[in-house]
């Protein structure tokens, strides 16, 4: 006896449009893309027009074969049962294949004078604790004494204050606190204000050079592609502030031997910084580091563009384009 299925309709009539049998490969194009003609939103049809036309290029320029595009279905779907909700496989892909980078990097256009962004990265959590002017985002142990101070300021010099910073980075053996089996909590990042002036200062660890993720599918590609999977030590920030564009960046130590071969394609030259090396007791402990402690001090101001900057700078890039 046969059963009804219990998958309803989508409720969406059959097209009015000529579709003709797919009796050839070009037919097949032809007949998706006068499917595509009948979206309503035109941003939808733009994008899934070029989507189509990209795709079908690919599979004919390479006369894919059935097995590899299983293969590659098999791939994607690894990928997507890697994911959990502290990692994300997906983003991972998406940086390693330059996506990431390239989106970013269309998304906001360098202006003059503003600090560039880079890739938000897999290992961006909400969780991070808020804390005041200089204090310590890691717990003690994590690594090398660092001292990070700046401000942030508008492309015209006036301070932003209140302004609000994420940030995160590894410990000194290259791990996120989402990557311990045991995390509790967060570790190695922190949320801060900047004050009347602009300014923010907090405590941290010296960031390593870390591999990501090699253990899942992404790391296997990339071994198939003979590309290394380690990453430049950095420091990620995020920063939000009122009537400004929301700037992900972040800081590259100059020096590392990956800083050109990110493997997602994350480090901008103006990016890279330089520590100092500080073996002072008495600024050691003005900024609250033990007894004889030396550290290493990063300054960095950082340059916000307003909304109506960013969306002008979009505007005179597609015009360009």
């Known amino acids: 006896m046969s059963v009804r299925s219990t998958v309803p309709s ?10 003709p049998y797919p009796d050839r490969p070009e037919t097949i194009t032809a007949n998706l893309m006068k499917l ?9 049809r733009l994008i899934f027009k070029s989507l189509i036309t990209h795709l079908h290029q690919f599979v004919s320029e390479t006369s894919i074969t059935t097995d ?11 990928v997507g049962q890697t994911c959990t909700p502290l990692r994300q496989e997906f983003i991972l892909l998406s ?11 269309l998304s906001n ?10 890739v938000l990265g897999p290992f961006f959590t909400d969780d991070a604790p808020d804390l005041a002017a200089g204090e310590s985002i890691a717990s003690e142990g994590s690594g090398e004494y660092l001292y990070v101070e700046g401000q942030v300021r508008s492309i015209t010099g006036e ?8 940030t995160w980075e590894t410990d000194s053996y290259g791990t996120y606190d989402t990557q311990r089996a045991d995390r509790d909590g967060p570790d190695c990042r922190g949320r801060f204000r900047t004050d009347k002036d602009g300014k923010y200062s907090f405590k941290g660890v010296v960031p390593v050079a870390y591999p990501i993720p090699g253990d899942g599918p992404v790391g296997d590609l990339l071994k198939v592609l003979g590309r290394h999977n380690m990453r430049p030590n950095h420091l990620h920030l995020m920063i939000h502030a009122a009537g400004y564009h929301t700037l992900v960046t972040a800081l590259y130590p100059e020096g590392d031997r990956y800083l050109a071969s990110d493997p997602v394609f994350g480090v901008k030259k103006s990016l890279v910084v330089k520590y100092e090396d500080i ?3 008495v600024e050691s402990r003005k900024r609250g580091f033990p007894q004889g402690a030396s550290f290493k001090m990063l300054k960095f101001d950082v340059t916000l563009v307003t909304e109506a900057e960013h969306e002008a700078a979009q505007a005179q890039m597609k015009k360009v384009d």
């Open 68 to 78: 590899e595009w299983m293969k590659s279905i098999e791939f994607l779907t690894r």
């Open 36 to 44: 595509n003609n009948e979206i309503a939103d035109p941003r939808t």
């Open 10 to 19: 989508n409720g969406i009539a059959p097209p009015t449009v000529d579709l």
């Open 159 to 166: 301070a932003v204050v209140n302004a609000i910073i994420d």
């Open 279 to 281: 073996n002072d007791e």
């Open 95 to 105: 940086d390693v294949l330059g996506a990431s980078a390239l989106v970013d990097s």
């Open 109 to 118: 256009p360098p202006i003059s004078g503003a600090t560039e962004s880079s």
